[in-house]
C-alpha cells in the first residue's frame, strides 16, 4: 500500500504471465520440470497461434525439450509455462515423451502417482549399488 492507500499497480511481469494463460492459474496435467515434450501430428488451432505457443513448438521441432528448459527459454514462469504445454498437448502438436531405458520394466508405470512406489525405490536403490 502507498501512504494515500491505495495499492500500487502490479508489475508488467507479475501480470503477463496472467494475460498469457488467460487467467488459468493450474494446468491440467501434472508435468514435472524434467518431463520432455517432442512435436506430435495435429493442428493449433487460432487461439493456438500466439507468440509463446508458436515459441514452444518451433523449440520443440528442433530437439525434445524438457518443461524447465521451454520455461526458461521462453522467459515464463513454470506453472503458466505447464498450462500452455496442456493446451497444445490437448490439441495433439505436443506430445509427452516418456524414456523408458531408466525405469526398470517393473517399475513402469508406477511415476504417475504423487509418491515413488517401494518397488521403484528398491529398483533405485539396487541400480544405485551397481554404479
Known amino acids: 500500500m502507498t501512504r ?6 502490479p508489475s508488467p511481469a507479475f501480470v503477463r504471465p496472467y494475460l498469457v494463460t488467460r487467467g488459468r ?3 491440467r496435467y501434472r508435468l514435472s520440470p524434467e518431463t520432455e515434450l517432442e ?3 495435429g493442428q493449433a488451432g487460432p ?4 507468440g509463446e505457443y508458436q ?8 530437439r525434445r525439450r524438457s518443461v524447465a ?5 521462453i522467459r515464463l514462469p513454470l506453472t503458466a509455462t505447464r498450462v500452455l504445454i496442456c493446451d497444445l498437448v490437448d490439441a495433439r502438436v505436443l506430445r509427452l515423451t516418456v524414456h523408458h531405458a531408466y525405469t526398470p520394466p517393473e517399475c513402469r508405470g508406477s511415476l504417475t502417482g504423487d509418491r515413488p512406489t517401494r518397488q521403484l525405490l528398491e529398483a533405485l536403490r539396487v541400480g544405485l549399488e551397481n554404479l
Open 4 to 9: 494515500t492507500g491505495h495499492h500500487p499497480p
Open 25 to 27: 492459474t493450474r494446468p
Open 39 to 41: 512435436t506430435g501430428d
Open 47 to 50: 487461439e493456438l497461434v500466439d
Open 55 to 62: 515459441q514452444i513448438v518451433r523449440l520443440c521441432r528442433q
Open 69 to 73: 528448459e521451454l520455461a526458461g527459454t
